[in-house]
């Protein structure tokens, strides 16, 4: 039997116009994060070249660690893209409307939804290379943001994200100095579809039937 991974194909995001964020710097962001689609293909390909036969033999086993390990921080660089590229569209807004889902569960979760913002924004100035990400703990339905430092370290499994940044230079060097990484987190919220992070917003209910509330209270 051949292992076979079914291969990534890039997305197309129609995000021309933004405000802050120049059609010159989305451009070669898109352009990078092709190449992190074409490599996990590429890791995927070679994985099941390992597992043709059904087994890694001892010899094989430091590359092929090599390469899962690798596949961590390009997979997650693929996917950490396609939310971030999701979550903006020309024409957004600084903050969602105040009884939106979105607004209503930041607000229960840390108080207020100001709270929530200064929360994320001050992840996305800390300093360091890798993303703000606003995430869903699928057990409680509550907000929590987290840091991610790369693309894959930081993540807590099972958790839904529902706002990406990217804080990577790569994501403002040609609109603002690395210094002024501030007002490219200033541009990033004027242009958030919150339509779409309402969306990645599951129902509490729907959440705790994953199965995990139970284990968790054991
Ligand atoms: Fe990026």
Redesign the pocket.
Known sequence: MTTRFDPYRVREFDLSGLQGISDETLEM?FK??AGYVKETNRLDELIAGFLSDGQIDQEEQPAYSELSRRRGFESNGMVL?EL?FGNLKKGGSDDPPANSAFARAAAESFGSFATWKADFIGIGKMRGVGWAVCSQDPTTGGLRNHWITLHEAGHVAGFRPLLVM?V?E??FLLDYAPADRPKYIEAFFRNVDWSVVASRLAARETASRAGTEAARAR
């Open positions: 962001h990078l994060y893209h971030y990217d990577w790569h994501a």
